[in-house]
């Protein structure tokens, strides 16, 4: 890691912030290192300008801050870099935990007809307010989100997200066929009004922009070159879309292109597969999809509530790692049933039992923030501790419960404290969330306008 021992005399152009708690984060896959994580019980974390310049034993350094220092005692909490939500859709916040129905009927029933609703840009600000102000609420400071067909719905998602300095990742979806006529664009004006969000939000402060094809159903053979075109004509540009959900939806692709070998095939014969790349899903794959995945240095959005909650399968996270796949864990609102990366962590534990395979706390975590940041091709930025990196962290409460009180005097190791974190953890255990070293959600409330 590159964090950083400070010399004794503390001075401001170093040190305008510090903030006192245990600490915990990683510099690599816990499965691949043994030497993978650092936990420091009583730790001071010194910031600048929102970026980190140390983190360290407070014992060290505590008597040396300089005068005027802002200073956040969190003694007693633990605080780890901002949990990464790698795939989720705002538009459907109003619809979550509606009953009953796997992926192609809840598109159907619920999903079409509430984004139809984004038109109104009063609908989208205000459901993209209170959509950022939940992520903050369960710890959430990064995310890969899906908007609408609509431009207003992107606007509102990235307004919202600039408001907080949160980082979010966004895009107009595309969608010109096989869906109602009032959810559909053309191939020509989703390229049209891709390029003009791209100039306007791509690079515009943290907002990062992602081509967003629903999925292979819903665009023509011209969009989905359009969606190619986007990304050779702008660089450094996302992609995001669904692959391989449901068995019903897999065998749908194979009619629509029945001379492609594979759903995620089709993504790769019109250039859609590579760096930056974001598949939510990926269940219904072979181990020639997951290679190609893996050589195009594309990325998985491991989504387990919503795997179970619409029935579509379960996700085969040890094959990730045996390709070398990058996976970020996402909760999928509205599919998903909840905002909680904690949550989302309970039921990929889970998913891997079900599978016969192991979620270690260690892993889980470690997906929940490096793996996720490495999955969005951020880590650069964020994700750990490192000097430079982008300060999002989540100050954790783990007696936020009574009974997370008595279980945590039963723990007798970080690992297994995490563990219990996981499973018995949601919001209430997020005590504060800091966004470029400052603090948006405290308490229960936001803090966006204090």
Not at 113 to 131: G, H, L, M, R
Not at 224 to 248: F, G, I, P, S, W
Not at 375 to 396: C, I, M, P, R
Not at 426 to 436: C, K, Y
Request: contains cysteine; aromatic residues 10%.
């Amino acid at each position: 890691m590159k964090v950083i021992s400070l010399p004794v005399q503390l001075d401001s152009s170093r040190c305008d912030k510090a903030i006192r708690a245990s600490f915990l984060h990683f510099n690599d896959d816990p499965d691949k290192s043994l030497d993978s994580w650092e936990y420091i019980e009583d730790g001071l974390l010194i910031l600048k300008l929102g970026h980190v310049t140390a983190l360290g034993k407070a014992d060290d350094w505590f008597d040396f801050l300089p005068d005027g220092v802002e200073f956040h005692d969190f003694t007693g909490k633990l605080i780890m870099p901002g949990f990464i939500d790698t795939h989720t859709h705002y538009p459907q916040t109003d619809m979550i935990a509606s009953h009953g129905a796997q992926l192609l009927e809840w598109l159907e029933k619920y999903t079409f007809p509430t984004e139809a609703k984004f038109s109104d840009i009063n609908v989208a600000n205000a459901t993209a307010e209170f959509f950022c102000d939940e992520l903050l609420r369960n710890g959430t400071t990064t995310s890969a989100v899906f908007a609408t067909i609509h431009p207003e719905s992107v606007d509102a998602i990235f307004g919202a997200a600039q408001k907080r300095d949160m980082r979010i990742i966004s895009g107009k979806v595309m969608m010109d066929q096989n869906a109602p006529d009032f959810l559909c664009d053309t191939a020509e004006t989703s390229y049209e009004d891709s390029a003009k969000l791209i100039e306007k939000w791509h690079g515009n402060g943290r907002a990062l922009y992602a081509v967003t094809p629903r999925f292979v159903p819903t665009s023509s053979v011209d969009q989905l070159r359009m969606a190619n075109r986007l990304r050779h004509e702008y660089k450094a540009l996302y992609l995001q879309t669904h692959v391989a959900e449901n068995t019903d939806e897999v065998a749908w692709v194979a009619e629509l292109f029945p001379d492609r070998r594979s759903y995620l095939d089709v993504y790769e014969h019109y250039g859609l597969v590579g760096e930056r790349s974001i598949y939510a899903h990926c269940i219904h794959l072979d181990s020639t999809d997951r290679k190609l995945i893996a050589d195009r240095g594309a990325s998985m959005a491991f989504c387990p509530t919503s795997n179970l909650f619409l029935g579509s399968g379960l996700f085969d996270l040890d094959s990730a790692l045996f390709n070398n796949i990058k996976v970020g864990v996402a909760t999928d609102v509205g599919g998903g049933t909840s905002f909680s990366i904690l949550q989302t962590l309970n039921e990929a534990y889970k998913v891997s039992q079900m599978s016969g395979q192991t979620l270690t706390s260690m892993k889980a975590f470690y997906l929940a923030t490096l793996g996720g940041a490495k999955a969005l091709s951020l880590d650069h930025k964020l994700g750990n501790f490192e000097l430079d990196k982008e300060a999002d962290f989540v100050v954790l409460d783990l007696e936020s419960t009574p009974l997370m009180e008595r279980r945590m005097d039963n723990s007798d190791s970080i690992q297994d404290k995490l563990f219990a974190l996981m499973m018995l953890g949601d919001d209430r255990a997020v005590h504060a969330t800091f966004v470029m070293g400052v603090c948006r959600f405290k308490e229960g409330r936001s803090t966006c306008q204090d």
